[in-house]
Antibody, heavy 115, light 107 residues
Framework: QVQLVQSGAEVKKPGASVKVSCKAS????????INWVRQATGQGLEWMGW????????GYAQKFQGRVTMTRNTSISTAYMELSSLRSEDTAVYYC????????WGQGTLVTVSS | EIVMTQSPATLSVSPGERATLSCRAS??????LAWYQQKPGQAPRLLIY???TRATGIPARFSGSGSGTEFTLTISSLQSEDFAVYYC?????????FGQGTKVEIK
């Protein structure tokens, strides 16, 4: 069965970076885009960007341009999202999801930014 | 970017009743519209894609309609497990954008 399993919760200080992983199983990793979406507590869903695992091509929401990097390691079917220059407003649950009409989601990774 | 506007923000419905949720796009998204259900502490779950196609395993009481800029999600007879927040999302243009959500609560 298709699964996306994300890395565990992180606590970071302002100005630091965080790298979240998303390990795919149950399908051919390079066949479908991976999207990253975040959700602050009690808030709605915010799309951050996408990556084509086959080509490595990426596209980022303008809000995150210059701070976010999406990469992958095809040998272990894992996608990564790194967000730098963290601030308190980046405290959120970060999700990876397969495809633009996201049929499978990771379980979410809570990133807390606090001094 | 395309702005997605959902209404109402909160919908109070009794179990067994019909619920109708609306989603409007600021410009045409063709039929590239998805609906998701999210319960507290859980990831969103895809209900509808292509504006009207139910995702795998989604009960027939969920239906989607519309195209262009106006879309509707209908839950024909609400079950206890359907009380949740529902989001629409367009994937016709980048950046992908979500509506702000409609909370369906027990009346």
């Amino acid at each position: 069965q298709v699964q996306l399993v994300q890395s565990g919760a992180e606590v970071k200080k302002p100005g630091a970076s965080v790298k979240v992983s998303c390990k795919a199983s149950g399908y051919t990793f390079t066949s479908y885009d991976i999207n990253w979406v975040r959700q602050a507590t009690g808030q709605g869903l915010e799309w951050m960007g996408w990556m084509n695992p086959n080509s490595g091509n990426t596209g980022y929401a303008q809000k995150f341009q210059g701070r976010v990097t999406m990469t992958r390691n095809t040998s272990i079917s894992t996608a990564y999202m790194e967000l730098s220059s963290l601030r308190s407003e980046d405290t959120a649950v970060y999700y990876c999801a397969r495809k633009s009409d996201s049929d499978y989601w990771g379980q979410g990774t809570l990133v807390t930014v606090s001094s | 970017e395309i702005v997605m506007t959902q209404s109402p923000a909160t919908l109070s419905v009794s179990p067994g009743e019909r619920a109708t949720l609306s989603c409007r796009a600021s410009q045409s998204v063709s039929s590239n519209l998805a609906w998701y259900q999210q319960k507290p502490g859980q990831a969103p779950r895809l209900l509808i894609y292509g504006a009207s196609t139910r995702a795998t395993g989604i009960p027939a009481r969920f239906s989607g309609s519309g195209s262009g800029t106006e879309f509707t999600l209908t839950i024909s007879s609400l079950q206890s497990e359907d009380f949740a927040v529902y989001y629409c999302q367009q994937y016709n243009n980048w950046p992908l954008t979500f509506g702000q959500g409609t909370k369906v609560e027990i009346k």
